[in-house]
T-cell receptor, first 115, second 113 residues
Framework: NAGVMQNPRHLVRRRGQEARLRCSPMKGHSHVYWYRQLPEEGLKFMVYLQKENIIDESGMPKERFSAEFPKEGPSILRIQQVVRGDSAAYFC?????????????FGPGTRLTVT | GENVEQHPSTLSVQEGDSAVIKCTYSDSASNYFPWYKQELGKRPQLIIDIRSNVGEKKDQRIAVTLNKTAKHFSLHITETQPEDSAVYFCAASIGTGYSTLTFGKGTMLLVSP
């Protein structure tokens, strides 16, 4: 059973470009979460999705950021018109349905650098 | 919303010593408390968790304790080894049907041989 997959692992974008980060949850997991980690800081919740639904986006910046988890394919975190302050590691996590829904397993992260 | 405070921010111990990391939370409705270990440049890995119906949980050299009345929980690592060196994060969630984790800021543990 492959773990949570994220790609790309490293992404460099110039200011004003778009960044697309992908996350494939563990097999059998139907819940996906995105977190942002700034250097030497903890993980900050951004958004929680199930297939085709955004459940909680209370941690998402109101502008430029969006997320989706389509019926088929990976979850996508999209950042439009990136700025230097968007440089961070973005982690997704997934959890299974049922009683173990609390247990989140993290992917390797995408390190976004905005130049 | 939930607020999780974690102390200390750095902890240096000698190999073989014990290490204790403490966290407090603000929302009395929180009932799930995982701990994650993150090595440099790697993903956070779930190492142990505890739910509110349990006061203590052990897994080999790692233990977690929970005091719901005081709203704090702690990670205990005994017989530390150099490979325990990493950043440790505590987290809390309400866990009602879905689970949004609120993380502490992390503790960098350095175990010297």
């Amino acid at each position: 059973n492959a773990g949570v997959m994220q790609n790309p692992r490293h992404l460099v974008r110039r200011r004003g470009q778009e960044a697309r980060l992908r996350c494939s949850p563990m097999k059998g997991h139907s819940h996906v979460y995105w977190y942002r980690q700034l250097p030497e800081e903890g993980l900050k919740f951004m958004v929680y999705l199930q297939k085709e639904n955004i459940i909680d986006e209370s941690g998402m910046p109101k502008e430029r950021f969006s997320a989706e988890f389509p019926k088929e394919g990976p979850s996508i975190l999209r950042i439009q018109q990136v700025v230097r302050g968007d440089s961070a590691a973005y982690f997704c996590a997934s959890s299974p349905p049922g009683l173990a829904v609390d247990e989140q397993y993290f992917g390797p992260g995408t390190r976004l650098t905005v130049t | 919303g939930e607020n999780v405070e974690q102390h200390p921010s750095t902890l240096s111990v000698q190999e073989g010593d014990s290490a204790v990391i403490k966290c407090t939370y603000s929302d009395s409705a929180s009932n799930y408390f995982p701990w994650y270990k993150q090595e440099l440049g790697k993903r956070p890995q779930l190492i142990i968790d505890i739910r509110s119906n349990v006061g203590e949980k052990k897994d080999q050299r790692i233990a977690v304790t929970l005091n719901k009345t005081a709203k704090h929980f702690s990670l205990h690592i005994t017989e530390t080894q150099p490979e325990d060196s990493a950043v440790y994060f505590c987290a809390a969630s309400i866990g009602t049907g879905y689970s949004t984790l609120t993380f502490g800021k992390g503790t960098m543990l350095l175990v010297s041989p």
